[in-house]
């Protein structure tokens, strides 16, 4: 299912709720936009919370502990992201015009609130020197089960280059997961799978994928496609890795040879 946004507006805009909006993605996501001098305040009783800044200058406040953090280019930089548990107050003031997403779900786990600055996130590089370099991208892996085992959350970012692929070779998994894509020019525009069915891809789209499917994405040439990926643990069976189709499995084996090499 695709949602396009075009432009977000002041304010909190809901991207996805757990009630009865894109509630089959069991997570409660949506963009946090401020003007310079605004302060908001967060809290919640039952669910767990990510906050990542996407561009902007902020102030995180939480449990007497304040950091000032900025991020003038989502593709350059690597993200800021505040983890807390149920319960925890956050108060964000702005600096200057921002904007920070935001995800939630319900969680029982109680944890200690965990700030992750620029280069605490890991950061690979996929899809290089295979296929051409046709789907060499920027996967940046902020929260899974492998750092955070008491979340039922995960969240990452893709830098998708020009005219190439990613979420690549076509894969699936159980649990639901949500992109929010941005272009590095807003008039950008790709394509993303949901197994057969496909989407035009524009700057502040959405797309909710059920589980299941596979969903490889590819960005139009002349335009560089970020995505942060989102996705919900399900209970006993979190999030560990993915299920590639089988008929594309021969791309990766070692030194594979594609047209029009023989």
């Not at 370099?133 to 929260?143: E, L, M």
Request: with cysteine.
């Amino acid at each position: 299912m695709l949602e396009n946004f075009g432009s977000f507006s002041d304010g909190y805009n809901e991207l996805t709720n757990m009630k009865n909006k894109h509630e089959n993605m069991l997570m409660d996501i949506g963009m946090q936009k401020m003007k310079s001098d605004d302060e908001v305040v967060f809290i919640d009783q039952e669910k767990e919370t990510v906050f990542l800044l996407s561009t902007g200058k902020i102030t995180f406040n939480w449990n007497g502990r304040t950091e000032v953090v900025e991020r003038n280019s989502i593709f350059d930089e690597d993200p800021i992201v505040l983890h807390v548990p149920k319960g925890i107050q956050v108060i964000i003031n702005a600096k200057k015009e921002s904007e920070i997403l935001i995800q939630k779900t319900t969680n029982e786990n109680d944890f200690e609130p965990v700030f992750y600055a620029k280069g605490d996130c890991q950061s690979d590089i996929f899809g290089e020197n295979v296929w051409n370099d046709t789907a060499r991208r920027v996967v940046r892996t902020v929260i899974d089960y492998s750092n955070a085992p008491y979340s039922n959350l995960v969240i990452g970012e893709v830098i998708n280059y020009p005219g190439k692929w990613s979420s690549y070779i076509p894969h699936g998994h159980p649990q639901p997961e949500v992109y929010l894509y941005k272009f590095n020019k807003e008039q950008g525009f790709g394509a993303g799978f949901i197994g057969d069915d496909v989407y035009r891809i524009n700057h502040n789209s959405i797309l909710c994928i059920p589980g299941g499917p596979s969903h490889p994405q590819v960005a139009a040439p002349g335009y560089a496609m970020h995505y942060t990926w989102m996705i919900r643990h399900y209970d006993n069976n979190p999030w560990t890795s993915r299920d590639n189709e089988d008929q594309h499995k021969w791309l990766l084996e070692k030194d594979v040879k594609i047209w029009p090499e023989k």
